[in-house]
């Protein structure tokens, strides 16, 4: 890859461009949703606002989501714990505009349960992006084959890498053979949970090994210049921030932009916190006097 054209550090870059969906109502953030909409409505009129994907909701709050938006809605990304069909009929009834799906598929047959979900949501011209999150176990035949049958319908795959217990957590070389099988079939990710921060590290209060966003982007990135499924746990491993943002800042634009096709971004219930740490980094640069 060519590191002739440094990273340009606006909020409307490749690489930062709808980085970071607004999961402020998941744990462990669990924000009120009134507050939650008002916050996002900040966001979406703040100098960073390019960097703020959709606003994350789960099918059983589009209701209560719908009382909070009033006569002014924006697009959300569709949580769906129920069924698809009746998520989306939740949604055009309270006038939620959708702008993805995500579901969680499992048991013994993952290819049928990811068919079952692409076929509930009608016609690959009409339906709404699709992510869908596999079970977190290291991968066999089956989750492989369920992966390439994401390939087939155009969907992407969703991958847990935090959550409220340390075993929500992936070990690094399992995070490191999702990110392979992924980029050796062109399939794009979204990750969700954990990646509150640009860094790997140890959460204080907690224990818990948190993934960083800026390791998974490095190895993202990686994978595209070829590199080895060992190399690609180093990074996932690495603790050292100014290396890592010295990585990413190296890429030309045209890599920004295909590392971004393959790691579509991830969700957080901060959407500011991987902002500040962007800007600490000098990664991306506010205008005069501004702060996310």
Do not use: N
Not at 87 to 110: F, H, I, K, T, Y
Not at 126 to 135: F, K, N, S, Y
Not at 262 to 275: A, H, M, V
């Amino acid at each position: 890859m060519s590191t002739s054209d440094a990273v340009t550090r606006g909020p409307g870059d490749p690489c930062w461009r709808a980085l970071v969906d607004d999961a402020a109502l998941f744990p462990p953030g669990d924000a009120p949703l009134p507050a939650a909409v008002a916050a996002h409505r900040r966001h979406r009129a703040a100098w960073y606002a390019p960097v703020v994907g959709p606003f994350v909701v789960a099918d059983h709050r589009l209701d209560e989501l719908a009382a909070a938006l009033d006569a002014d809605p924006f697009p959300c990304v569709l949580v769906v714990c129920g069924t698809v069909p009746d998520a989306l009929a939740r949604a055009d009834r309270a006038g939620v505009p959708v702008a993805a799906v995500e579901v969680a598929v499992s048991g013994d047959d993952l290819v049928a349960a990811v068919d079952a979900v692409a076929g509930s949501l009608g016609s690959a011209a009409d339906r709404p992006v699709l992510a869908v999150e596999l079970p977190a176990l290291d991968p066999d035949a089956a989750w492989l084959a369920a992966c390439d049958r994401l390939v087939a319908i155009g969907a992407r795959l969703k991958l847990r890498t935090g959550g409220v217990r340390a075993e929500a957590f992936p070990p690094t070389d399992r995070l490191a053979r999702w990110l392979v099988a992924a980029d050796e079939r062109g399939l794009p990710v979204k990750c969700t949970a954990g990646l509150h921060a640009a860094v790997r590290h140890t959460d204080p209060a907690t224990g818990f090994e948190h993934h960083g966003f800026l390791d998974v982007l490095a190895a993202v990135g990686a994978l595209l210049d070829g590199a080895a499924e060992a190399d690609v746990r180093d990074l996932l491993d690495r603790r050292d921030a100014a290396g890592l943002a010295a990585t990413v800042a190296g890429w030309d634009v045209g890599t920004r932009g295909r590392v971004r096709e393959r790691f579509t971004g991830f969700g957080s219930c901060s959407t500011t916190g991987p902002l500040d740490d962007l800007c600490a980094l000098g990664l991306l640069e506010p205008p005069a006097g501004a702060r996310p």
